[in-house]
T-cell receptor, first 114, second 115 residues
Framework: AQSVTQLDSHVSVSEGTPVLLRCNYSSSYSPSLFWYVQHPNKGLQLLLKYTSAATLVKGINGFEAEFKKSETSFHLTKPSAHMSDAAEYFC????????????FGTGTSLTVIP | ETGVTQSPTHLIKTRGQQVTLRCSSQSGHNTVSWYQQALGQGPQFIFQYYREEENGRGNFPPRFSGLQFPNYSSELNVNALELDDSALYLCASQAGRDRVFYGYTFGSGTRLTVV
């Protein structure tokens, strides 16, 4: 069965410091992995995706994530947090066994302190 | 800004009523999926339509149904509303069926409250 665990429901960082949002997944096959961001009253925006190419994936707004098969992890990082990064972040897994659906984690709320 | 438009943005219904939510995808996006996001939770897959036919369904009862039209618009219908149906409903579209390579574009959602 496919599942996603976001290890932190809330993360708080100071502006200008690094961001780390943790995600572990469970998948029977080679997964596709995504990170989406949701700002208040906005739709979900794709940050980046891993689809079996390079294990280090660069996304928009300076975010990147590394696929580690041995650890079944896909953690999201950013070297320096900006106030505009404050939002809800979702890790998503999909593979050929899930058909056409995405499995979302429960989300991590990122707070950026000025 | 997103090319997927959902209406209405907010809706209040009474338990037992029926509701129709609408989604307008951008041109060329022939695949549309609907997700339910309960408060404090991640979105859950309801179903997907590809070229006007259902192409996958999540663990939702038959009172959740959908339609997709040739003009890239779609509807989510929910009958016999229950209090637990209160949630944000998200529409997501893509060009083609392969979510891996194309990714989804999400709308801003419809917030449904059932009282």
């Amino acid at each position: 069965a496919q599942s996603v665990t976001q290890l932190d429901s809330h993360v708080s960082v100071s502006e200008g410091t690094p961001v780390l949002l943790r995600c572990n997944y469970s998948s029977s096959y080679s997964p596709s992995l995504f990170w989406y961001v949701q700002h208040p009253n906005k739709g979900l925006q794709l940050l980046l995706k891993y689809t079996s190419a390079a294990t280090l994936v660069k996304g928009i707004n300076g975010f990147e994530a590394e696929f580690k098969k041995s650890e079944t992890s896909f953690h999201l990082t950013k070297p320096s947090a900006h106030m505009s990064d404050a939002a809800e972040y979702f890790c998503v897994v999909s593979d050929r066994d899930t058909g056409n659906q995405f499995y979302f984690g429960t989300g991590t709320s990122l707070t950026v302190i000025p | 800004e997103t090319g997927v438009t959902q209406s209405p943005t907010h809706l209040i219904k009474t338990r037992g009523q029926q509701v129709t939510l609408r989604c307008s995808s951008q041109s060329g996006h022939n695949t549309v999926s609907w997700y339910q996001q309960a408060l404090g939770q991640g979105p859950q897959f309801i179903f997907q339509y590809y070229r006007e036919e259902e192409n996958g369904r999540g663990n939702f009862p038959p009172r959740f149904s959908g339609l997709q039209f040739p003009n890239y618009s779609s509807e989510l219908n929910v009958n016999a509303l229950e209090l637990d149906d209160s949630a944000l409903y998200l529409c997501a579209s893509q060009a083609g069926r392969d979510r891996v390579f194309y990714g989804y574009t999400f709308g801003s959602g419809t917030r449904l409250t059932v009282v």
